[in-house]
Protein backbone atom coordinates (compact mmCIF):
# COMPACT_ATOMS: atom_id res chain seq x y z
CA UNK A 1 0.00 0.00 0.00
CA UNK A 2 3.15 2.34 -0.08
CA UNK A 3 1.86 5.71 -1.43
CA UNK A 4 -1.53 5.24 -1.00
CA UNK A 5 -4.07 7.24 -0.25
CA UNK A 6 -4.39 7.93 3.34
CA UNK A 7 -7.52 9.65 5.18
CA UNK A 8 -7.92 11.37 8.57
CA UNK A 9 -10.71 12.17 10.08
CA UNK A 10 -10.77 15.03 12.73
CA UNK A 11 -8.61 18.32 12.12
CA UNK A 12 -7.42 19.29 15.48
CA UNK A 13 -3.94 19.64 16.96
CA UNK A 14 -3.16 15.77 16.61
CA UNK A 15 -5.36 15.06 13.45
CA UNK A 16 -3.95 17.93 11.07
CA UNK A 17 -0.16 16.93 12.35
CA UNK A 18 -0.99 12.88 11.41
CA UNK A 19 -2.21 14.54 8.35
CA UNK A 20 1.45 16.21 7.82
CA UNK A 21 3.66 12.37 8.47
CA UNK A 22 1.89 10.60 6.12
CA UNK A 23 2.14 13.80 2.97
CA UNK A 24 5.61 14.40 4.07
CA UNK A 25 5.77 10.81 3.62
CA UNK A 26 4.57 10.72 0.23
CA UNK A 27 1.29 9.61 0.56
CA UNK A 28 -1.80 11.94 -0.69
CA UNK A 29 -3.98 12.61 2.34
CA UNK A 30 -7.81 13.37 3.27
CA UNK A 31 -8.39 15.63 6.02
CA UNK A 32 -11.94 15.90 7.40
CA UNK A 33 -13.84 17.75 9.88
CA UNK A 34 -17.17 18.62 11.24
CA UNK A 35 -16.85 22.03 8.92
CA UNK A 36 -14.74 24.00 6.85
CA UNK A 37 -13.97 26.35 9.12
CA UNK A 38 -12.09 23.92 11.37
CA UNK A 39 -10.25 22.67 7.94
CA UNK A 40 -8.97 26.13 6.80
CA UNK A 41 -7.78 26.56 10.45
CA UNK A 42 -5.70 23.38 10.46
CA UNK A 43 -3.96 24.18 6.37
CA UNK A 44 -2.98 27.37 8.30
CA UNK A 45 -1.54 25.75 11.48
CA UNK A 46 0.40 23.12 9.05
CA UNK A 47 1.63 26.24 6.85
CA UNK A 48 3.24 27.96 9.79
CA UNK A 49 4.83 24.42 11.05
CA UNK A 50 6.17 23.80 8.01
CA UNK A 51 7.29 27.88 7.99
CA UNK A 52 9.43 26.62 11.43
CA UNK A 53 10.62 23.33 10.25
CA UNK A 54 12.30 24.79 7.25
CA UNK A 55 13.54 28.08 9.34
CA UNK A 56 15.14 25.42 11.74
CA UNK A 57 16.22 23.24 9.26
CA UNK A 58 13.51 20.28 9.71
CA UNK A 59 12.72 19.99 6.44
CA UNK A 60 13.75 21.47 3.23
CA UNK A 61 12.06 24.08 1.07
CA UNK A 62 10.85 22.28 -1.70
CA UNK A 63 9.23 19.71 0.69
CA UNK A 64 6.28 22.51 2.05
CA UNK A 65 4.54 23.05 -1.26
CA UNK A 66 4.79 19.25 -2.05
CA UNK A 67 3.61 18.30 1.38
CA UNK A 68 0.67 20.58 1.16
CA UNK A 69 -0.32 19.66 -2.14
CA UNK A 70 -0.82 16.66 -1.41
CA UNK A 71 -3.36 16.90 1.62
CA UNK A 72 -6.78 17.40 0.26
CA UNK A 73 -9.88 18.46 3.07
CA UNK A 74 -13.58 17.56 2.90
CA UNK A 75 -16.38 17.49 5.30
CA UNK A 76 -17.91 14.70 3.64
CA UNK A 77 -17.38 10.93 4.90
CA UNK A 78 -17.76 9.81 1.37
CA UNK A 79 -14.04 11.07 0.36
CA UNK A 80 -12.31 8.06 2.72
CA UNK A 81 -14.13 5.52 0.31
CA UNK A 82 -11.07 4.93 -1.65
CA UNK A 83 -8.27 5.19 0.92
CA UNK A 84 -5.89 2.62 1.84
CA UNK A 85 -6.24 3.49 5.77
CA UNK A 86 -8.29 5.86 7.76
CA UNK A 87 -7.07 7.10 11.39
CA UNK A 88 -9.45 8.57 13.62
CA UNK A 89 -8.16 11.35 15.63
CA UNK A 90 -11.25 12.79 17.30
CA UNK A 91 -12.56 14.08 20.65
CA UNK A 92 -11.29 11.27 23.32
CA UNK A 93 -14.80 10.46 24.19
CA UNK A 94 -15.23 6.42 23.49
CA UNK A 95 -19.31 7.24 22.13
CA UNK A 96 -17.90 10.14 20.39
CA UNK A 97 -15.09 7.70 18.41
CA UNK A 98 -17.54 4.52 17.90
CA UNK A 99 -20.04 6.65 15.93
CA UNK A 100 -17.16 7.55 13.62
CA UNK A 101 -16.22 4.26 12.89
CA UNK A 102 -19.61 2.96 12.53
CA UNK A 103 -19.91 5.82 10.00
CA UNK A 104 -16.16 4.90 8.10
CA UNK A 105 -17.36 0.55 8.31
CA UNK A 106 -20.12 1.62 6.19
CA UNK A 107 -18.42 3.18 3.37
CA UNK A 108 -15.15 2.38 3.46
CA UNK A 109 -13.43 -0.84 1.50
CA UNK A 110 -13.38 -3.64 2.64
CA UNK A 111 -9.12 -4.18 2.89
CA UNK A 112 -8.48 -0.34 4.15
CA UNK A 113 -7.08 -0.88 7.62
CA UNK A 114 -8.56 1.47 10.61
CA UNK A 115 -6.09 3.18 13.21
CA UNK A 116 -7.28 5.02 16.09
CA UNK A 117 -5.14 7.40 18.07
CA UNK A 118 -6.93 7.21 20.89
CA UNK A 119 -4.15 7.90 24.03
CA UNK A 120 -5.81 6.23 26.77
CA UNK A 121 -9.11 3.72 25.36
CA UNK A 122 -8.29 0.14 24.63
CA UNK A 123 -8.16 -1.06 20.89
CA UNK A 124 -10.24 -3.78 21.46
CA UNK A 125 -13.50 -1.84 22.93
CA UNK A 126 -13.36 0.65 19.66
CA UNK A 127 -12.80 -2.35 17.42
CA UNK A 128 -15.71 -3.33 18.61
CA UNK A 129 -17.49 -0.40 16.70
CA UNK A 130 -17.28 -2.52 13.71
CA UNK A 131 -18.48 -5.76 11.85
CA UNK A 132 -16.45 -8.84 12.57
CA UNK A 133 -15.04 -8.75 9.08
CA UNK A 134 -13.43 -5.32 9.69
CA UNK A 135 -11.83 -6.30 12.97
CA UNK A 136 -8.56 -7.96 11.62
CA UNK A 137 -7.65 -4.69 10.28
CA UNK A 138 -8.48 -2.23 13.34
CA UNK A 139 -4.90 -1.21 15.23
CA UNK A 140 -3.99 1.16 17.16
CA UNK A 141 -1.58 4.10 16.48
CA UNK A 142 -1.02 6.72 18.96
CA UNK A 143 1.30 9.88 18.12
CA UNK A 144 2.29 12.32 20.83
CA UNK A 145 2.53 16.01 19.91
CA UNK A 146 3.68 17.51 17.93
CA UNK A 147 2.89 14.32 15.51
CA UNK A 148 5.22 15.74 12.49
CA UNK A 149 8.37 15.99 14.69
CA UNK A 150 7.89 13.20 17.66
CA UNK A 151 9.74 10.22 16.86
CA UNK A 152 7.26 7.90 19.03
CA UNK A 153 4.48 6.03 17.91
CA UNK A 154 2.92 3.31 20.33
CA UNK A 155 1.21 0.68 18.08
CA UNK A 156 -1.59 -1.40 19.55
CA UNK A 157 -2.56 -4.62 18.16
CA UNK A 158 -6.96 -5.42 19.32
CA UNK A 159 -7.46 -8.75 20.04
CA UNK A 160 -8.57 -9.61 16.53
CA UNK A 161 -5.72 -7.94 14.84
CA UNK A 162 -3.98 -9.62 11.93
CA UNK A 163 -0.23 -9.97 12.13
CA UNK A 164 -0.29 -8.48 8.58
CA UNK A 165 -1.90 -5.35 9.63
CA UNK A 166 0.75 -4.85 12.46
CA UNK A 167 3.72 -5.13 9.93
CA UNK A 168 1.82 -2.53 7.99
CA UNK A 169 1.52 0.06 10.66
CA UNK A 170 4.98 -1.07 11.81
CA UNK A 171 6.52 -0.37 8.17
CA UNK A 172 4.30 2.69 7.36
CA UNK A 173 5.92 4.47 10.48
CA UNK A 174 9.17 3.01 9.50
CA UNK A 175 8.69 4.90 6.03
CA UNK A 176 7.71 7.92 7.55
CA UNK A 177 10.93 8.04 9.66
CA UNK A 178 8.77 7.25 13.10
CA UNK A 179 10.32 4.97 15.66
CA UNK A 180 7.39 2.27 16.63
CA UNK A 181 6.77 0.02 19.33
CA UNK A 182 4.73 -2.53 19.95
CA UNK A 183 2.62 -1.81 23.28
CA UNK A 184 0.16 -4.47 24.92
CA UNK A 185 -3.82 -3.43 24.20
CA UNK A 186 -4.24 -2.18 28.24
CA UNK A 187 -6.20 1.29 29.21
CA UNK A 188 -3.74 4.34 28.73
CA UNK A 189 -0.85 1.85 26.86
CA UNK A 190 2.61 2.45 28.18
CA UNK A 191 3.30 6.10 27.98
CA UNK A 192 0.46 7.82 29.32
CA UNK A 193 0.11 5.26 31.99
CA UNK A 194 3.45 6.69 33.03
CA UNK A 195 3.17 10.22 32.15
CA UNK A 196 -0.30 10.55 34.08
CA UNK A 197 1.41 9.15 37.57
CA UNK A 198 4.07 11.68 37.20
CA UNK A 199 1.63 14.34 36.11
CA UNK A 200 -0.52 14.24 38.86
CA UNK A 201 2.17 14.04 41.33
CA UNK A 202 3.45 17.24 39.91
CA UNK A 203 -0.10 19.09 40.54
CA UNK A 204 0.09 18.00 43.63
CA UNK A 205 3.30 19.28 44.46
CA UNK A 206 1.84 22.90 43.97
CA UNK A 207 -1.55 22.23 45.50
CA UNK A 208 0.87 20.94 48.60
CA UNK A 209 2.33 24.51 48.01
CA UNK A 210 6.04 22.74 47.63
CA UNK A 211 6.67 24.75 44.35
CA UNK A 212 5.25 26.96 41.83
CA UNK A 213 4.20 25.63 38.13
CA UNK A 214 7.40 27.84 36.26
CA UNK A 215 9.58 26.01 39.31
CA UNK A 216 8.34 22.85 37.95
CA UNK A 217 9.14 22.54 34.77
CA UNK A 218 12.77 24.38 35.26
CA UNK A 219 12.93 21.33 37.90
CA UNK A 220 12.17 19.12 34.94
CA UNK A 221 13.99 20.46 32.47
CA UNK A 222 17.08 21.12 33.82
CA UNK A 223 17.08 18.59 36.57
CA UNK A 224 15.49 15.73 34.32
CA UNK A 225 16.42 16.95 31.14
CA UNK A 226 12.62 17.01 29.64
CA UNK A 227 11.98 19.28 26.88
CA UNK A 228 8.76 20.50 28.44
CA UNK A 229 7.58 20.75 32.07
CA UNK A 230 4.42 19.63 33.48
CA UNK A 231 2.64 22.70 33.19
CA UNK A 232 3.93 23.79 29.79
CA UNK A 233 2.87 20.36 28.46
CA UNK A 234 -1.03 21.07 29.93
CA UNK A 235 -0.92 24.12 28.98
CA UNK A 236 -0.20 23.39 25.18
CA UNK A 237 -2.59 20.22 24.95
CA UNK A 238 -5.50 21.56 27.28
CA UNK A 239 -5.62 20.55 31.13
CA UNK A 240 -9.14 19.20 30.37
CA UNK A 241 -7.66 16.68 28.70
CA UNK A 242 -5.39 15.58 30.90
CA UNK A 243 -7.84 15.17 33.47
CA UNK A 244 -10.22 13.21 31.04
CA UNK A 245 -7.31 11.00 30.66
CA UNK A 246 -7.02 10.81 34.24
CA UNK A 247 -10.45 9.84 35.11
CA UNK A 248 -9.91 7.23 32.06
CA UNK A 249 -6.70 5.57 33.95
CA UNK A 250 -8.37 6.11 37.26
CA UNK A 251 -11.71 4.15 36.05
CA UNK A 252 -9.36 1.33 34.91
CA UNK A 253 -6.62 1.32 37.06
CA UNK A 254 -7.79 2.91 40.78
CA UNK A 255 -6.83 4.85 43.20
CA UNK A 256 -3.16 5.37 41.86
CA UNK A 257 -4.48 7.78 39.39
CA UNK A 258 -7.03 9.20 40.90
CA UNK A 259 -7.42 13.05 39.71
CA UNK A 260 -5.89 15.63 41.75
CA UNK A 261 -8.47 17.99 43.31
CA UNK A 262 -6.72 20.74 42.69
CA UNK A 263 -7.04 19.79 38.27
CA UNK A 264 -10.84 18.90 38.60
CA UNK A 265 -11.42 22.48 40.28
CA UNK A 266 -9.03 24.58 37.79
CA UNK A 267 -10.78 22.66 34.79
CA UNK A 268 -14.16 23.33 36.18
CA UNK A 269 -13.32 27.03 36.68
CA UNK A 270 -12.21 26.94 32.63
CA UNK A 271 -8.50 27.41 33.72
CA UNK A 272 -8.09 24.59 30.86
CA UNK A 273 -5.06 26.77 28.71
CA UNK A 274 -5.17 25.63 24.60
CA UNK A 275 -4.82 28.63 22.47
CA UNK A 276 -8.33 30.51 23.95
CA UNK A 277 -7.90 30.04 27.88
CA UNK A 278 -5.79 30.91 31.17
CA UNK A 279 -3.89 27.59 31.96
CA UNK A 280 -1.05 27.54 34.73
CA UNK A 281 1.41 29.52 33.29
CA UNK A 282 -0.32 32.12 31.23
Known amino acids: MAKEKVGVVGAGLMGA ?48 PLALARITTSVAFDSFADCALVTEAVFEDEAVKAETWRKLDALCRPDCIFASNTSTIPIST ?16 HYFSPASRMKLVEVIPAFDTAPET ?24 AVNRMFLIFLNEAVRLVEDGVATPEDIDTACKLGLGHPMGPFELMDATTSKLCLQVSEILHDAYGERFRPP ?14 RNARGWRK
Open 17 to 64: EIALVYALAGHEVVLSDTGEAQLSAALQRLDRTLDRGVSRGFYKEEEK
Open 126 to 141: LASSVGETRRSRFIGM
Open 261 to 274: ALLKQRVKAGFVGG
Open 166 to 189: VETAMRLMHEADKTPIRIKDVAGF
